[in-house]
């Protein structure tokens, strides 16, 4: 009987180290795996949403400078409108906005949706527009509207530069540039193209 209380004590011993250990390796685990994997999936997704903030002020200045009535107009609006989405985690320069016009030549007028060829019509409903006249129209007032917008994505934990050198996104901001294009169509033209 002596030995088998000491065979229950030995095992009670053993019992009760395994489960210490145990205590004692679970915040050290948790530790690393919220220092190693949490902490890089948090800075990686604000890191995706503040890129996706250089796109939407790229996309909203173009659609700002397809709106203008000629160049000089159409490149400032696109610099107010890129500059609105600037701030101190994602920094947009007013000299890092580029705005391009291009005069576009299309074959044809098909409907994008339908496929259905469409011939524009002249605003005397009796008269037809000739070929020469749908020419001229579609080369003088037809325009796509190119907007560059470069941009500094700040990482939201920024790591020292010393142990791992100049890492975009990890120790220095990200540049991202995003473009935009807008297809536009002004009657009158753009008066200094």
């Known amino acids: 009987m002596l030995m088998s209380r000491q065979m229950n004590s030995r095992s009670l ?7 210490g250990n145990s205590m004692l390796e679970l915040p050290v685990c948790l530790s690393a795996l919220l220092l190693f994997v949490v902490f890089p999936m948090i800075d990686l997704s604000t890191m ?3 890129a996706l903030t250089v796109f939407a002020a790229a996309r909203d200045a173009a659609r700002s400078a397809s709106r203008a009535t ?8 696109a610099v107010a409108a890129a500059y609105r989405y600037s701030s101190p985690s994602t920094r947009i320069n007013a000299n890092e906005v580029k705005t391009i016009f291009d005069r576009t030549i299309t074959n044809s007028y098909a409907d994008c949706r339908s496929g259905e060829y469409q011939r524009p019509v002249s605003s005397n409903p009796l008269k037809t527009l000739s070929e020469s006249e749908l020419e001229h129209q579609r080369v003088l007032f037809t325009y796509e509207c190119e907007v560059q917008v470069t941009g500094d994505v700040e990482p939201l934990f920024r790591l020292n530069s010393a142990l791992f050198g100049s890492v975009p996104g990890v120790t220095v ?3 991202i540039t995003a473009s935009s294009r807008e297809f536009v169509e002004h009657p009158d033209g753009l008066a200094a193209m």
């Open 13 to 19: 011993v053993k019992s009760r180290g395994s489960n």
């Open 173 to 175: 901001p990200w540049r």
């Open 48 to 50: 995706g949403m503040r």
């Open 70 to 77: 000629n160049y000089e107009t159409a490149k400032s609006k």
